[in-house]
């Protein structure tokens, strides 16, 4: 069965760090988000992409983070200079296009930043 | 705009038991609502979903939920709890046509079950 992976499963990184973060969605799917959950909070959405770009994002979405599709499998998650409040999971998540089917989640990126 | 409360942050239940996790939901149109289950250092799987069609939804493992539009309700429940269902729970809410909109996701509940 097709699924939606990422990579790293963990990243620890310094504070003010650049991080980038991988995701390769279902190979036919169109729409591709991003959520995020801090340690002990709710899941969050963070931003959607479709034909190449964002279609909807959240107020968490700031200048800090951008999204892109370089080659036409994988689809990441950027984090310019990195606080101590990103530490959180990291999903992303995919959809194909077809009404009433749900988005598929992938295993997560834990990103620790110190 | 649109939430979604789960009602219980934890819950404990004796294996064999029912298992009742519950769910009420805001929304200005007819959403699409889903269970997803995390298991520890796990993923999201999908337990199920409601898009407008049947009220009474069945998902894997014996989970089932019924929409109830009078009630804005879409609680989980199964028959029989299973030490494997151990694991945190999330009611999620969207737009009508199913995964494309944003998901609002609720708080999460904790099931527990004891042997």
């Known amino acids: 069965e097709p699924e939606v992976t990422q990579t790293p499963s963990h990243q620890v990184t310094q504070m003010g760090q650049e991080v980038i973060l991988r995701c390769v969605p279902i190979?036919?799917?169109?729409?591709f988000y991003w959520y995020r959950q801090i340690l002990g909070q709710k899941v969050e959405f963070l931003v959607s992409?479709?034909?190449?770009?964002?279609?909807?994002k959240s107020e968490i979405f700031d200048d800090q983070f951008s999204v892109e599709r370089p080659d036409g499998s994988n689809f990441t998650l950027k984090i310019r200079s990195t606080k101590l409040e990103d530490s959180a999971m990291y999903f992303c998540?995919?959809?194909?296009?077809?009404?009433?089917?749900?988005?598929?989640f992938g295993p997560g990126t834990r990103l620790t930043v110190t | 705009a649109q939430s979604v409360t789960q009602l219980d942050s934890h819950v404990s239940v004796s294996e064999g038991t029912p298992v009742l996790l519950r769910c009420n939901y805001s929304?200005?149109?007819?959403?699409?609502l889903f269970w997803y289950v995390q298991h520890p250092n796990k993923g999201l799987q999908l337990l199920l979903k409601?898009?407008?069609?049947?009220?009474l939804v069945k998902g894997i493992n014996g989970f089932e939920a019924e929409f109830k539009k009078s009630e804005t309700s879409f609680h989980l429940t199964k028959p029989s709890a299973h030490m494997s269902d151990a694991a945190e729970y999330f009611c999620?809410?969207?737009?009508?046509?199913?995964?494309?909109?944003?998901?609002?996701f609720g708080a999460g509940t904790r099931l527990a079950v004891h042997p």
């Open positions: 999620v809410v969207s737009g009508p046509s199913g995964g494309y909109n944003k998901l609002i």
């Open positions: 190979s036919n799917h169109l729409y």
């Open positions: 992409f479709y034909n190449n770009e964002i279609s909807e």
């Open positions: 409601y898009t407008s069609a049947a009220t």
């Open positions: 929304s200005s149109y007819s959403p699409s």
């Open positions: 998540a995919s959809w194909p296009g077809t009404e009433f089917y749900e988005q598929y």
